[in-house]
């Protein structure tokens, strides 16, 4: 009890001092609850949706078993469909009260009025459906009135409210039977979540007009029980009728139930990825409380020895600092988790603005998310806290005659030095090893363990480098500023650990920066060279919605060269096969089909052959990898059974390499060989296109572009873009998924920052007297605190350094990875790098404003007196 009491006493009188610290643990527990409150919403919104809409039993086409029953169609235009006569056939079955057939399809493009694509800008899709007494159960017409006829359609509020859109407004919907005028006839609003798609309503004629080519047919068949039966035996008449195998039969349960293993698993990532980066947090805050505490204890030495003087014995001492880092992770814990729901609202809106509405009456918290947080929380700060305890159970009362400080705390220990060396040096070499793998698998272990390795040991080593880095910082940042940048100097080298703990922890987040901005670099740098030098195409052409390029486009940019304005377009898309090899084996893959001018647009890297013959009637071309395992050569027959197809014997005229940044090891065969096997109606859509302008020189490659654009322009869906722009394309992707990785590694970087303000703040309490006796002597308070800013920065940079050196260390043994997989330009973001250093430097500046400003306002008598 006295152990508890003199643990609470000294808490609270130190409060202040843990206030970063609280904000650390506050901060890593709310983005883990704040994940998984946010990720169990999401995951319980589509479960209403999915009971909301769900019948007692539904029937779909059939589908392999790799197919997601979100596919609505294929990559024919045309989504899988069964007969309307199964309505018929199932409306008799024992149990059936109602069978209504509906027809959906992600193959549209709805544009307003001003030419402008009105789907979802974030990468949903724009879904047309049938409307019916099904869609009921979801959406309610709160404008206008449900379409009837080809001319009616009706759209959700959504999209309205996004585009200024009302009942009487023309939209043009562009499908794959043709371009089609409408009328608005009403708005409807979702009565459970938007699942982030623009959805039009047709009535189910118009539907399967604009969808499935006018064919009676239906994608999706809902049959409602009169409640005699139970579903299984519902689904079990059905089956009986219309035959167990030949459709995809589900109950509602087993309906409700798949479509969430299939959100799930993208909630699993998605949770996977965030609860990572928070992970990284939590290690960044863990050196933020061994710092705190480490200090704290050091500024108590005298107090410990005198507890220990009169009476308390090393393990009191030792539960004694335990019990504060207990009530620091019990009520930064607390905080974090409330704070962490307000993280999931946010996260919530921000789902809102990609157009998933999302609403906080299903908020779900789970019971365990917050006992997740709290026990985090606390075995966080008690392993962190667990170091410093020991250091003060050390402590022998002999201390109390001494002024603060440990012995232990002036230098790092050099067993410690010698093994982070040692594992520095083994990660180094780990790292270094990538470069002798032959694939890319085999070299992800050493890259793993290099990074573990590397890290870990840097982090251990860091207190013995202080002496040399901040000497040589120091040497070229401070020696300007006189008497107080020496004293910046001495602060910084005064304690090696306290240094070398602050800077790593905010080293990690910037290794991770700058280890990402190699590898991003990189692979734009590996792609444009690639571009550059096998690019033969003037303009590339594909859809910006993920959707095949339908055939009025299409025959709108053929019709150039005709006109003359363009020598040939080149039509690309993909082809299912199962590929019988001339050993007896088999294999599943995806082939390019394409017009042999393709050969033209894009110089492939041949290994034996000649690219072009593979687009002749009956050739094929095929990757290294698999000629080299399995012996084919130049002439050798494969068997090649089309998806949807039927089988033909085409000869290998061209063995292609694998290390290739675009188009690595693809195999090819020509439009014409594909259309001799696969029926028209089941080949595939373009999936891009490429053209060439009908001259060399730039008024003829300008006129070409006019033409290209000027024919692509009703159709809004549609990109094209040169050489140079395709290559900011890349660029800009990459970039934007790096910026995504950055904005999640800013939790790291914060809670860093925070760890520089607390040593800082600690360290002015630490030298009160220090101070007060420095003001005493003429040091100015403009000085004071130019000091302390001037210390901030030199350990920013420290760490900056640390953790940019390691960064693209790990980058550039990414990098020889992505070499094996046809990436192999190394390129380091000098600009990003240097950016970063700077940065740094800022942060440190910012870090000291507040702990400088506290220095500053020190009265000195009070500080003199000070113990």
Known sequence: MTVLKTSLRSFFSHKGRMVLSGMAVVLSVAFVCGTLVFTATMNSTFDKLFAESASNVMIAPFEEEEESSFDEGSSTGVPDSVPAGVADEVSGVEGVERVTGTVASTFVTAVDKDNDNVGPSAGGPTILASWSDIELRTMEITEGQAPSGSSEAMIDSDTAEKHDLAAGDPLRLLTISGDYEVTISGIAEFQVTNPGATLVYTDLPTAQEFALNGEDRYTQVYVDSDGSVTDE??????ADVIGADTY????????????????????????YVLLGFAGISLLVGIFLIVNTFSMLVAQRTREIGLMRAIGSSRRQVNRSVLIEA?????????????VGIGLAVGLMALMGALGINMSTEDLTIDPSVPITGIVLGVIVTLLAAYIPARRAAKISPMAALRDAGTPGDVRAGRVRAGIGAALTLIGLAALASTAA??????????????????????????PALVGLVVRAISAVLLRGFGPVGRLAERNALRNPRRTGATASALMIGLALVAGLSVVGSSMVASATEEIDESLGADYIINTSNFTPIQPNAGDALTSLVDEGKLDHVTEFRDAEAEVTLPDGDTTEKTIGVADPTYAEDFSSDVVQGDFAAAFEPG???????????????????????????????LTVQTILSENSAVGNGSWYVSTETARSHVPEDKLSLPIMMFASAAGTSDEDKDAARAAVDAAMEPYPQ??????AEFKDLIKSQVGMLLNMVYGLLALAIIVAILGVINTLALSVVERTREIGLMRAIGLSRRQLRRMIRLESIVIALFGALLGLGLGMAWGAAGQQLLALEGMPVLEIPWGTIIGVFIGSAVVGLLAALLPAFRA?????LNAIATE
Do not use: C, W
């Not at 035996?233 to 059905?238: I, P, Q, S, T």
């Not at 549609?718 to 050489?723: L, S």
């Open 248 to 271: 995809k039969l589900q109950t509602a349960d087993e309906y409700i139930e798949e479509n969430r293993d299939e959100i799930g698993q993208i909630m699993d990532i998605l949770e």
């Open 326 to 338: 207990l009530l620091l992770g019990v009520f930064g814990s607390i905080i974090g988790f409330l």
């Open 619 to 649: 050739g094929i071309a095929i990757g290294a990898d698999t000629a080299d395992g399995h012996g084919v050569g130049i002439g050798d027959e494969l068997t090649v059974a089309f998806d949807d197809g039927d089988t033909a014997t």
């Open 233 to 238: 035996r519902l689904k079990a008449g059905v």
């Open 718 to 723: 549609m990109e094209v873009n040169d050489q």
């Open 856 to 860: 500053g306002r020190m009265n000195v």
């Open 437 to 462: 793998a032959d694939e890319a698998a085999a070299g992800s272990g050493p890259l793993a363990l290099g990074v573990l390795l590397s890290l870990i040991g840097l982090i251990l080593v860091g």
